[in-house]
């Protein structure tokens, strides 16, 4: 299996300068630095390919020992086209999060048994801003997306693909726009019967997606108020 961090855009919500996945969350251990601890006990290091765009410089200092794909079209390209620069390089199945992401090692372990393209979610209500899925009768996803208007809950930016959905995957993450996000290839997949994709659901696990300063403020809460080391 391999893991992608897209870690490429400006992040210019949280309102700092550096790269969002550069960001501190506990004594210096940035959000980057904790999601490659927690993927490589899954895939280990020389597994993680970090898509690097935005002073990419900092970042490659950071983490050198992971493989870097550069999104040379960053300021223009939104998460489909990003994902994609890593995609066209992996031939396995693949997990992959937003590099706003905070979560622990609960959170990758729900993927462990998946026989099924899947993706984290909870079953909370949530924003405007938030990617919102909806379910069919057998429980698989159908619909995806920021206007979704029957979301079930959010879509919290964890995700898995099997390597055989991945050409159909790689295909439609070519025909996007430059804007759209990758959620975007996977709803137009399985609405036209390409790809079953499953919830799964956070249940209790933490897990957090780390958009502006309440959102940082939040995760570094809950680290202090559980004594968590990171």
């Not at 490429?8 to 506990?26: D, E, V």
């Not at 990617?131 to 995700?159: C, F, H, M, R």
């Not at 959905?165 to 399985?190: H, S, T």
């Amino acid at each position: 299996m391999k893991a992608v961090i897209l870690a490429a855009g400006m992040g210019t919500r949280l309102g700092t300068l550096i790269p969002k996945p550069l960001t501190s969350l506990k004594d210096e251990k940035t959000i980057l630095d904790h999601q490659i601890d927690m993927l490589r006990e899954v895939v280990g290091i020389h597994n993680i390919i970090v898509i690097v765009g935005y002073k990419k410089e900092l970042v490659m200092e950071k983490v050198p020992d992971v493989t870097f794909v550069y999104n040379n079209a960053y300021a223009q390209n939104n998460t489909g086209k990003s994902l994609l620069t890593a995609l066209r390089k992996v031939d396995d199945d693949v997990i992959w999060t937003n590099g706003d992401v905070f979560f622990g090692p609960e959170a990758v372990a729900l993927f462990k048994n998946a026989e099924y393209s899947s993706m984290l979610v909870n079953a909370e209500k949530c924003s405007d801003e938030e990617i919102k899925y909806t379910l069919n009768d057998s429980g698989n996803i159908v619909a995806l997306s920021k206007e979704n208007q029957n979301g079930e809950g959010e879509a919290v930016g964890v995700n898995f693909v099997k390597k055989a959905d991945l050409p159909n995957f790689i295909a439609e993450l070519e025909g996007l726009g430059r804007q759209e996000y990758f959620e975007k290839a996977m709803e137009n997949l399985v609405q036209r019967g390409e790809m079953v994709l499953k919830p799964v659901y956070l249940g209790d696990v933490y897990c957090r997606e780390i958009d502006f300063p309440e959102d940082l403020e939040a995760v570094q809460h809950y680290l202090k108020e559980n004594d968590i080391e990171l």
